[in-house]
């Protein structure tokens, strides 16, 4: 199973609104990433959890609040977001953010997220 | 500072012709090199990576890439273009010993199929 699932595909939501991104990997990896992805632009990191820590967060603002519950979810927690905030959300996990023989990362489809 | 540029924004080719996408990098050590696939609203695929040895590297899809260190590029081929070979790609550089929580990407090549 090389699979890293997202779910929703597909979210819209109000300005006021609290919602959630769900990303479930069952590969054993230990580091798993957030990136926001704007229309025909790269993917952007917003956050490493390496063995369910979080390692990194790329000054994103609060009103993105992620979770790792377990090595084999992620979640992003949304509240009181902005329409710019529209964007594609995906999901990684890697199998060692530290590197080393091997080590890639498996990207989700995303959350195509819009908000209103 | 790491970095990756993909000089080419957008490529049209023809079905059956040859295609070739370049990607230079930025980086100090021996780099950790990926290509990425990416279908209209969808997430990214794995196309191919190069770690060390070989410097001629196969994928999947029928792409390869060969890495030169002198030129500092990688460049993506592939013998004949399929129409579904049409999407976004993605050259990007991992951090130093290959970490991937520094995955830095490219901007991106549009690649169109004519038929």
């Known amino acids: 199973d090389t699979e890293v699932t997202q779910t929703p595909k597909h979210l819209v939501m109000g300005m006021t609104n609290k919602k959630s991104l769900k990303c479930e990997q069952h590969m054993g990896h230990r580091a798993m990433y957030w990136y926001k992805q704007k229309a025909k632009k790269p993917p952007e990191l917003m956050f490493v959890y390496s063995y369910e820590k979080l390692s990194i967060n790329e000054s994103v603002p609060s009103r993105f609040s992620p979770e790792c519950p377990n090595s084999s979810l992620l979640n992003l927690h949304l509240h009181a977001l902005q329409p710019e905030d529209s964007a594609l959300y995906l999901c990684?996990?890697?199998?060692?953010?530290?590197?080393?023989?091997?080590?890639?990362?498996?990207f989700g489809q995303g959350t195509r997220l819009t908000v209103v | 500072a790491q970095s990756v540029t993909q000089p080419d924004i957008h490529i049209t080719v023809s079905e059956g012709a040859s295609l070739e996408l370049r990607c230079n990098y930025s980086?100090?050590?021996?780099?950790?090199l990926f290509w990425y696939v990416q279908s209209p609203g969808q997430g990214l695929q794995l196309l191919l990576k190069?770690?060390?040895?070989?410097?001629l590297v196969q994928g999947i899809k029928g792409f390869e890439a060969e890495f030169k260190r002198s030129q500092s590029s990688f460049n993506l081929r592939k013998p004949s273009v399929h129409w579904s070979d049409a999407a976004e790609y993605f050259c990007a550089v991992a951090g130093y010993g290959g970490a991937t929580n520094k995955l830095i990407f490219g901007t991106g090549t549009l690649l169109a199929v004519q038929p």
């Open positions: 990684a996990s890697s199998q060692d953010p530290r590197g080393g023989v091997n080590t890639e990362a498996f």
């Open positions: 980086y100090g050590a021996t780099p950790y």
């Open positions: 190069y770690f060390s040895g070989d410097t």
